[in-house]
T-cell receptor, first 113, second 115 residues
Framework: NAGVMQNPRHLVRRRGQEARLRCSPM?????VYWYRQLPEEGLKFMVY????????ESGMPKERFSAEFPKEGPSILRIQQVVRGDSAAYFC???????????FGPGTRLTVL | AQTVTQSQPEMSVQEAETVTLSCTYD???????LFWYKQPPSRQMILVIR??????QNATENRFSVNFQKAAKSFSLKISDSQLGDTAMYFC????????????FGKGTLLTVNP
């Protein structure tokens, strides 16, 4: 059973560009979570999604950030008009419907030049 | 709001010795879950051990065990017989049983195991 997949592992963008981060949950998992890790910090919750539904986006910045988890395909975290402060590691996790243990992907390291 | 505090930014231990990492948390909830995650240089987040607050017995996983003191809101991780592969950042995390998904992490402790 493959683990949580994230791609790309590393992403470099210039200020003002868009960043798209992808997450494929583990097989059988229908819950996806996104976290952001700034340098020297722990992970911070951003958003919790189920298929075609955003359950809780209380940790998402109000502007430029959006997330989706379509019926088919991976979950996408989209950052529009990136700024240097968006440079961070973005982790995706997934869990089965009835469990609370979250399995993490390897993360995407975003660097904004 | 729930908070998690790890007061030791860095620690080191000699191979084969025992080390304890500290974690305290603040919550008004009664039912919750606590976790220790390991983040090695590869940056992959790996679950080390979990504890349900309603269980009095401390969780153990091979060389890893916790000392859970609910009244003191303390959740320390003990690593016995330390190995070089234990070198990593260790994060304590809290999950309020009611939310069941919004993990709150501490800032982490960098553990170095020396040969």
């Amino acid at each position: 059973n493959a683990g949580v997949m994230q791609n790309p592992r590393h992403l470099v963008r210039r200020r003002g560009q868009e960043a798209r981060l992808r997450c494929s949950p583990m097989k059988g998992h229908s819950h996806v979570y996104w976290y952001r890790q700034l340098p020297e910090e722990g992970l911070k919750f951003m958003v919790y999604l189920q298929k075609e539904n955003i359950i809780d986006e209380s940790g998402m910045p109000k502007e430029r950030f959006s997330a989706e988890f379509p019926k088919e395909g991976p979950s996408i975290l989209r950052i529009q008009q990136v700024v240097r402060g968006d440079s961070a590691a973005y982790f995706c996790a997934s869990s089965p419907p009835a469990g609370n243990e979250q399995f993490f992907g390897p993360g995407t390291r975003l660097t904004v030049l | 709001a729930q908070t998690v505090t790890q007061s030791q930014p860095e620690m080191s231990v000699q191979e084969a010795e025992t080390v304890t990492l500290s974690c305290t948390y603040d919550t008004s909830e009664n039912n919750y879950y606590l976790f220790w995650y390991k983040q090695p240089p590869s940056r992959q987040m790996i679950l080390v051990i979990r504890q349900e607050a309603y269980k009095q017995q401390n969780a153990t996983e091979n060389r890893f065990s916790v000392n859970f003191q609910k009244a003191a809101k303390s959740f320390s991780l003990k690593i016995s017989d330390s190995q070089l592969g234990d070198t990593a950042m260790y994060f304590c995390a809290f999950d309020w049983g009611g939310s069941n998904y919004k993990l709150t992490f501490g800032k982490g402790t960098l553990l170095t195991v020396n040969p």
